[in-house]
């Protein structure tokens, strides 16, 4: 568990008043698991805003017409839980814990309690949206193309949530099944898009994870896909000499 944690130990989602952030801090408490906030599997926000401190957590909702699955991955320094501030307005996600995770929980009733007395709480909570909606908005996009580009772009989704180690590429941490859920494709075909990319020489299957070996060349994957509201590329620029 996270303790003693400070405001300077938060990556807050934009520029908020030192007053403000004393405010926030004093309302949160920390809970380990997404299952902790007391939401139902389908509604695991219900209760507020989260911030992860530590772990990764794969979302899974629809798209509106139901016809197919969109998948989201969230882990350090990620907020969520925006969307439920509107009551007309209940996001359905299903989650899984792909690492453990530790979080700090913001109550809805004592952040609407809050606003009422400082309204730069609307600030905190647009640009949590506005963040979550590029993340989420962009995973949609992917939906409409190939199995190969869809799990790529999980992958690097994925990596980019992994610590870093000097400038080795760590190993990504998850298991077929749960990439299937993340990516909204069967697991058959989740195992046979990843033994192609291990054939090519750019990723080392291994249980339980793997290990990408060549990421310019699993990253140049994404060259046909329209990543102008997120490009995972972006944050793991460090690791393309590798």
């Known amino acids: ?41 389908k509604h695991p926000f219900s209760s507020g805003i989260c911030y992860l401190f530590e772990g990764i957590v794969i979302l899974s909702t629809s798209t509106l017409d139901t016809s197919a699955t969109v998948g989201g991955v969230i882990g350090p320094q990620d907020w969520i839980g925006a969307g ?22 913001f109550p809805k009733k004592l952040l609407l309690k809050l606003a009422e007395q400082d309204s730069e709480v609307f600030k905190f909570l647009f640009y949590i949206a506005q963040k979550s909606l590029k993340k989420w908005t962009q995973a949609a996009a992917t939906v409409i193309h190939d199995k190969e580009m869809r799990i790529v772009f999980s992958l690097l989704e994925l990596l980019v ?26 697991r058959p075909r989740v ?6 990319l291990e054939i090519a020489e750019e990723i080392e299957i291994t249980r339980g994870s793997l290990r990408i070996i060549n990421l310019p060349k699993l990253a140049a994957r994404l060259n046909n896909l329209n990543v102008s509201l997120r490009d995972p590329r972006q944050f793991i620029s460090e690791y393309q000499s590798c």
């Open 84 to 105: 439920v501030m509107d009551e007309s307005y209940r996001p359905i996600y299903t989650s899984e814990e792909v690492v453990p995770v530790v979080l700090m929980a």
């Open 161 to 186: 949530l992994h610590p870093k180690k000097d400038d080795e590429i760590p190993p990504i941490k998850i298991s077929q099944q749960q990439l299937a859920f993340l990516s909204g494709i069967s």
């Open 1 to 41: 568990m996270v303790k003693n944690i400070t405001i300077d130990d938060i990556a807050w989602p934009c520029e908020l008043s030192l007053t403000l952030k004393k405010s926030l801090l004093s309302i949160a408490s920390f809970k380990d698991g997404i299952t902790s906030l007391g939401g139902s599997p």
């Open 191 to 196: 195992n046979e898009v990843l033994k192609a």
